[in-house]
């Protein structure tokens, strides 16, 4: 069965109220008011208004530029032309090109009504203030999105502690069977769950913080430590003990992947495993070297993975 979206319902609700209000008050040309309507009808409130005052911007410009052509070259279709030619790069220049399809409905009143009137002007200024009035007001109720988010939250958690579980599988056994599919759907939820997000963020013109927006671009930072990190683990080698030191924390980390933000106490647990290492020898060999190289640079993203948790807020220990 398929789903009616709310900016389905609020376009279907829009445009006969619109036609209802510019025919109440006797407009000419009151039809008009719904497609005014529908093409403001926007899924945030931000970009309602952003579009909304484009639109009634452009049509202020289209009615000067018409109604001056108009009256110069006259009321004929190659004066459209010229309009068109003229009024374009105009709103290509101010960034208002979203404006072009609405003022043309005006320019094209303007040319229907073979001249250019004070009642004229009028009344297609009413006749935009009732459409774009009634896509304002509509788009004033967004469906809230914290279901979603609060979803696409958990399931990106799910996978990265199986991402870490498997590291830490790998580490302590040497086993390698796994896909590492988990790291596909991560990198789709992430894009799933910023566009959510940056939604949000823009049906709430007043908020400053938004904590699923900056939670979710922690996560796409932790993501890229994780894409970097699964090379360095397959070129390291050390002894038992290490790999079981390494294990352990990525187990814990796996056990632990959660909003609240318990980073402080991995990175002194980080700094213990380093303080362990480095009582060993120290490497007499070339490849011994950069084997060892690499299990520094493994700890280092490990690091990075919880320096990027720990700033994204105040600890939670």
């Known amino acids: 069965m398929f789903k009616i979206g709310s900016r389905t319902i609020k376009t279907a609700i829009g445009a006969p109220v619109s036609i209802f209000i510019a025919q109440l008050i006797g407009l000419d040309n009151f039809i008009s008011a719904a497609i005014l309507t529908i093409l403001c009808i926007q ?17 202020l410009i289209g009615i000067v530029v018409s109604g001056a052509t108009f009256e110069l070259v006259g009321y004929m279709p190659v004066a459209v032309g010229i309009v068109l030619i003229i ?3 105009i709103t290509v220049k101010l960034k208002i090109t979203e404006g072009v399809v609405t003022s043309s409905v005006i320019i094209l009143h303007i040319y229907g009504a073979g001249q250019l009137t004070t009642g004229v002007v009028i009344n297609e200024i009413i006749l935009l203030v009732v459409g774009l009035g009634v896509a304002l007001f509509l788009n004033l109720y967004m469906p809230s999105l914290e279901s979603d988010l609060g ?4 399931e990106i958690e799910e ?5 870490l579980e498997e590291i830490a599988h790998f580490l302590k056994t040497g086993e390698h069977s796994w896909t590492g599919a988990e790291f596909t759907k991560v990198a789709q939820l992430l894009d799933h769950a910023n566009n959510l997000a940056s939604r949000d963020v823009e049906n709430h013109l007043l908020r400053s913080h938004h904590p699923y927006y900056h939670y979710f671009h922690m996560r796409q930072k932790q993501f890229e430590v994780l894409e970097r990190m699964l090379p360095l683990i397959s ?18 980390l796996s056990d632990h992947v959660q909003p609240q933000n318990t980073a402080v106490k991995y990175l002194e647990k980080l700094q213990n495993i380093r303080k362990e290492f480095n009582k060993e020898e120290l490497p007499n060999d070339r490849k011994t070297f950069e084997e060892r190289a690499n299990l520094y640079l493994l700890l280092n993203e490990i690091e990075q993975y919880l320096i990027l948790k720990r700033s994204y807020k105040k600890s939670d220990i």
Do not use: M
């Not at 899924?43 to 049509?59: G, H, K, N, P």
């Not at 996978?159 to 991402?163: L, P, V």
């Open 159 to 163: 996978n990265f502690s199986k991402i």
């Open 87 to 89: 009024f374009i790069p």
């Open 43 to 59: 899924v945030t409130r931000r970009r309602s208004i952003l579009s909304a005052w484009y639109r009634f911007y452009a049509c």
């Open 235 to 252: 070129r390291i080698h050390a002894t038992k003990d290490e790999y079981d030191y390494i294990g352990e924390l990525f187990q814990d």
């Open 151 to 154: 979803e696409v939250q958990n």
